[in-house]
């Protein structure tokens, strides 16, 4: 009993922990998809990958959508999208930006709340859902986590697509070794991490689980959905932000080699799970 009430406590504080980190970053999640030919690469592969499996038309669920990029590239390309998050300040920016990109009419809906209760819809109602940019790992505990699954598996119509993109567990390390290498002194959190994937954040990042790609595959087989593909968002060039963004900036014709190379290993396993965000692309049964 004093047990469960910790726990729900201890849930609570780490959403307002989450919540609070994204309120304070509305600006910079706005930027972050396209600050850098690094970050363009996670949001471009998405986007190739969101064209090769959306209806042509229909209405699009952007689950933990923040500030809206997604949002506003899909209603651009004609799809109606409800934008869901439970960031005020993060959906504020979006309303601002999604009338600045004069596509207000596309967007049905934006909506506060939590992707673990999407109760305000009705079980089928999208034509596709989303869920990326590691949205679905800022819930630490498994329970609520698979909760979310459900809802996001839930409000999608039989047969449509479902796009879940996470933060990968391994590219983590090599993100430490090469960005911030004196945190991996921490030897007990990074041995947690590596182990139970949670962080619980108060080093420079919020409360995040981090994926293996195998455990994000064995969730979602578990589920009435079927596997289509799995994407390693920047791929092989995970972590080399300073090197991808030389090589983009220095080397243009290099960099479209680079782009060839990079869709042509970005769905191989090992690529998948050493990147920094990858993607579960799955169709409802
Ligand atoms: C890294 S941002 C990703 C935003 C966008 N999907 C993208 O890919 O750029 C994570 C977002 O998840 C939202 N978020 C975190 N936990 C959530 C929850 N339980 N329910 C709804 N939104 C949540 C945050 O407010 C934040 O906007």
Known sequence: ???DLIFSVVIVLTRE???KYYNEQAQ?????????????LEFETTLRFLKKYLPSDGLILDAGGGPGRYTIELAKQGYEVILFDFSPASLKKAGRQIRRAKVQDQVKQITEGSITDMGIFKDGSFDAVLCLGG???HILD????DQA????IRVTKARAPLFVSVIGRLALFKAA???FPEELRH???YLKILETGNYEGGHGFTATHFFLSEELEAIFQKKSVTILEMVGLEGLASTHRKKLNQLARKYPKIWKNWQEYHYKTCTHPHVVGTSEHFMIICQKS
């Not at 498994?142 to 986590?145: E, F, L, S, T, Y």
């Not at 699954?149 to 996001?152: A, H, N, P, R, V």
């Open 187 to 189: 030897k007990e959190l």
């Open 28 to 40: 910079f999640e706005w930027r972050r998809l396209v600050q850098d030919a690094y970050h363009k």
């Open 149 to 152: 699954i459900d809802e996001l």
């Open 177 to 179: 070794l090469e960005s």
């Open 17 to 19: 922990m989450v919540r």
């Open 1 to 3: 009993m004093f047990q």
């Open 135 to 137: 949205t679905l790992g």
């Open 142 to 145: 498994k329970i609520h986590r």
